[in-house]
């Protein structure tokens, strides 16, 4: 499975944008996919999950009821909605994807594969 992800860039505080991850190759192997984010000289952390064919959705508390994970099952492409963007949402985003149930989720050992990240700055 090879991942791109698409749609940083540079966003005023309380301004929004869209992040999308296409996937190709063996996609039909996939149970889920989410977004995680890093930022500099910090660990990469949660921010968004789903699962690909029942679409239960899961959140870090710090991006709820700011953003939206969803996907296109046609597409083979999820996308994450951020809106009322923060400083703090400052990073490079990452998308993920996973071929195992069962997992928890929200730490990265959990995801086989990883995009390329997309650099999100939000300023102030």
């Known amino acids: 499975v090879q991942l791109q992800a698409s749609g940083g860039g540079l966003v005023q505080a309380g301004g929004s944008l869209r992040l999308s991850c296409a996937a190709s190759?063996?996609?039909?192997?996939?149970?889920?996919m989410g977004w995680f984010r890093q930022a500099p000289g910090k660990a990469r952390e949660f921010v968004a999950a789903?699962?690909?064919?029942?679409?239960?959705?899961y959140y870090a508390n710090s991006v709820k009821d700011r953003f939206t994970i969803s996907r296109d099952n046609a597409k083979n492409t999820m996308y994450l909605e951020m809106h009322s963007l923060k400083p703090e949402d400052t990073a490079v985003y990452y998308c993920?994807?996973?071929?195992?149930?069962?997992?928890?989720?929200?730490?990265?050992?959990?995801?086989?594969?990883w995009g390329q990240g997309t650099q999100v700055t939000v300023s102030s």
């Open positions: 993920a994807a996973r071929r195992r149930t069962g997992v928890v989720v929200t730490i990265t050992a959990s995801y086989e594969y």
């Open positions: 190759g063996r996609t039909f192997s996939m149970y889920g």
């Open positions: 789903i699962n690909w064919n029942v679409g239960s959705t």
